[in-house]
């Protein structure tokens, strides 16, 4: 009986592609399994090896866990692995080349490897784990940061990103918003349904167009 990957390679093929030539892949699984993906059973990246030109990798709503060999596709430009069960980050780093991460509805725990990829115009971490964003390293070109659903007491780290325009930190634990009082290119905040009680930070952020504040205890 063939692999999960072997039958990814076999609808690759019937759709007249050339696995090693191509530069985008797109899985999806979905309820109603309307998509001849739907029935394979990914549970790991290990078939990857057999894509080496890839730049856009789209795998969302499977059970990846493993994400060994990921590493090895340093071309890769955009990466959506939403809706899986992944819960170690630490293969993301060798991914330099990286512009958009879309890693919803995982199991990450913390940023690891996540925090140094410094080419990110785009981070959506929405619906995992994650307790601290402090580890995050000078992000110069991240536009779009979403941090919605987490664990998240703190916002020490954002900081680092100057150049910010959305920021979706909806659904944590958050107390301050000092953090964001240099995000001048901020426009688009949702922090409703944290326990910030002090909006002052974020008083002179003067593009700030779209903003949620929403489900915070009342400020004294």
Same mark, same amino acid.
Request: charged share 25%; glycine share 6%; proline share 5%.
């Given at each position: 009986?063939n692999?999960?990957?072997?039958?990814?390679?076999?609808?690759?093929?019937q759709?007249?592609?050339?696995?090693?030539?191509?530069n985008?892949?797109?899985?999806?699984?979905d309820?109603?399994?309307?998509?001849p993906?739907?029935?394979?059973?990914?549970?790991?990246l290990?078939?990857?090896?057999?894509?080496?030109?890839?730049?856009?990798?789209?795998?969302v709503?499977?059970?990846?866990?493993?994400?060994?060999?990921?590493?090895?596709?340093?071309?890769?430009?955009? *990466?959506?692995l939403?809706?899986?069960?992944?819960?170690?980050? &630490? +293969?993301?780093g060798? #991914?330099? $080349? @990286?512009?958009? /991460?879309?890693?919803?509805?995982?199991?990450?725990?913390?940023?690891?490897?996540?925090?140094?990829l410094?080419?990110l115009?785009?981070?959506?971490?929405?619906?995992?784990?994650?307790?601290?964003?402090?580890?995050?390293?000078l992000?110069?070109?991240?536009?779009?940061?979403?941090?919605?659903?987490?664990?998240?007491?703190?916002?020490?780290?954002?900081e680092?990103?100057?150049? *910010?325009?959305?920021?979706?930190?909806?659904?944590?634990?958050? &107390? +301050?918003?000092?953090? #964001?009082? $240099? @995000?001048?290119? /901020?426009h688009?905040?949702?922090?409703?349904?944290?326990q910030?009680?002090?909006?002052?930070?974020?008083?002179?952020?003067?593009?700030?167009?779209?903003i949620?504040?929403?489900?915070?205890?009342?400020?004294?």
């Amino acid at each position: 009986m063939n692999g999960p990957w072997d039958q990814v390679v076999q609808l690759i093929e019937q759709q007249g592609e050339v696995p090693e030539e191509l530069n985008s892949l797109e899985l999806i699984s979905d309820f109603n399994r309307s998509r001849p993906e739907s029935t394979i059973e990914l549970v790991d990246l290990e078939g990857l090896k057999r894509f080496p030109n890839l730049q856009k990798l789209r795998i969302v709503g499977f059970e990846i866990r493993s994400i060994t060999g990921l590493a090895e596709h340093g071309l890769l430009k955009h *990466l959506d692995l939403s809706f899986n069960d992944i819960s170690d980050s &630490s +293969s993301f780093g060798a #991914l330099e $080349s @990286l512009k958009t /991460l879309k890693l919803q509805g995982n199991r990450l725990c913390k940023l690891g490897s996540i925090a140094g990829l410094t080419q990110l115009v785009e981070l959506n971490l929405y619906k995992n784990k994650i307790e601290s964003v402090a580890e995050l390293k000078l992000m110069p070109k991240l536009i779009s940061l979403n941090l919605t659903d987490n664990g998240l007491r703190s916002l020490d780290g954002v900081e680092n990103c100057p150049n *910010l325009q959305e920021l979706y930190c909806w659904d944590n634990q958050v &107390s +301050s918003l000092e953090p #964001l009082r $240099s @995000l001048e290119q /901020l426009h688009v905040l949702f922090c409703h349904e944290n326990q910030i009680t002090d909006f002052s930070p974020i008083h002179d952020l003067r593009k700030l167009e779209q903003i949620d504040t929403s489900s915070n205890p009342m400020g004294p």
